[in-house]
């Protein structure tokens, strides 16, 4: 093995990415070394690549972007006993902190210390990725590379998508990105009754039904109103995922809720953004914001569900050289695509 490899990085405080030579990373007692087979591009990517002012407070530079990976393990740190050479692996990437009061609780994912790869560490946009062992995830025979350079993201849509009962309910989902659209998939698998996804993107919502069985709503042109008559639904929706950030959207989704409602947060919002909250307070909604996937609980239950039928595979679009890494942002940018995997080999 040669001590350098090939990484894409942010190398100025400016737009883009570059790719570039750097050493191949030195594991630690706890660490194991991956070689990276495959790796999503993530919207946080697209933060990182166009330089936005999250970008600018929050990534180091130089630094070696991504975050959604798959690989195989090829070093051991002394400590690590129980994984081995060969393993295909995937990872968590937050890299938690064992200090907190939630960490040292066991809910690790709540941990205020919490390090992203590719954001605040080194990534895993490169030939080499070091990873703590404990955030090593071994891949069954069912998950290949490209779904599992995609667990994160799907990560973030199960995390939110089991944040209520869906069995037999009714279910909005604002915004049919990626993990829109994967979150469908999965109130799908576990026995919602109706799954409606809006947007105001034709692409998306024409993807998203490739995906899944989901009714999609163009809000830009439909009347959500008349959908849920259509589905002979009378009091609104039982839960709501909400996968825009978009004001709109959120609006849209209180009005929609049934009494009692329970809504899942994960979208972001560009910045501060008005809310109704007496229309909350009186329809007695419940709202819950969600961060990252619980460490390791969404990893086991995303697995499982994988292992047992749930089909995510058309969500990813476009799949090419990493070496056209440039191609890949801008049909990125362009709003159509779904997912879009980098080959590493
Ligand atoms: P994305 O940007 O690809 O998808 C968002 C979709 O919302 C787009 O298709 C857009 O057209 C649509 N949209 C815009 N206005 C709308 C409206 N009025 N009604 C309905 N849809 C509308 O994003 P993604 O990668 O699928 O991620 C979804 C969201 O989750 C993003 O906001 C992202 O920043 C956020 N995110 C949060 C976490 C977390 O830990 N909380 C992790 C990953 C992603
Ligand atoms: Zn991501």
């Not at 998508?161 to 009714?170: C, H, M």
Request: glycine letters at 10%; proline letters at 5%.
């Amino acid at each position: 093995m040669s001590n350098e490899m090939k990484a894409l990085a942010k190398t100025a405080p400016a737009p883009g990415l570059d790719m570039i030579r750097a050493p191949v990373p030195e594991i630690g007692p706890d660490d194991v070394l991956i070689r990276v087979k495959k790796t999503g591009i993530c919207g946080t990517d697209i933060h990182i690549w166009d330089w936005d002012d999250w970008a600018a407070r929050t990534v180091p530079v130089p630094l070696i972007t991504g975050h959604e990976f798959a690989g195989e393990i090829v070093e051991l740190g002394k400590n690590v006993d129980d994984l081995h050479l060969g393993q295909r692996v995937s990872g968590e990437g937050h890299l938690i902190g064992k200090h907190s009061r939630q960490s040292r609780s066991g809910r690790f994912h709540l941990d205020p210390e919490t390090r992203g790869i590719g954001v605040n560490e080194q990534g895993a946009f490169a030939e080499y990725l070091r990873l703590p062992a404990f955030n090593a995830i071994p891949l069954p025979d069912a998950i290949d590379d490209e779904i599992g350079a995609i667990l994160d993201p799907l990560g973030n849509a199960v995390h939110t998508a089991l944040s209520f009962d869906l069995v037999g309910e009714d279910v909005l989902i604002t915004g049919a990105g990626p993990i829109g659209i994967m979150a469908a998939a999965v109130a799908q698998h576990v026995g919602a009754r109706h799954v409606v996804i809006t947007d105001v993107n034709p692409d998306r919502l024409a993807l998203a039904e490739q995906v899944t069985d989901v009714v999609p709503v163009n809000v830009a042109e439909e009347d959500l109103r008349e959908v849920m008559a259509g589905l002979k639904m009378k009091e609104g929706f039982d839960v709501g995922l909400e996968m825009s950030g978009n004001q709109r959207a959120l609006d849209q989704m209180v009005e929609a809720m049934v009494m009692g409602g329970r809504i899942a947060l994960l979208g972001i919002p560009p910045g501060k953004s008005p809310v109704d909250w007496s229309r909350i307070v009186f329809k007695a909604i419940t709202l819950k914001g969600v961060y990252g996937r619980e460490i390791f609980e969404t990893w086991y239950k995303m697995i499982a569900m994988l292992e047992d039928g749930l089909d995510i595979r058309r969500v990813i679009t476009h799949r090419m050289h990493v070496d056209d890494f440039r191609r890949g942002f801008e049909t990125m940018k362009s709003g159509k695509s779904g997912k879009i995997v980098l080959d590493w080999e």
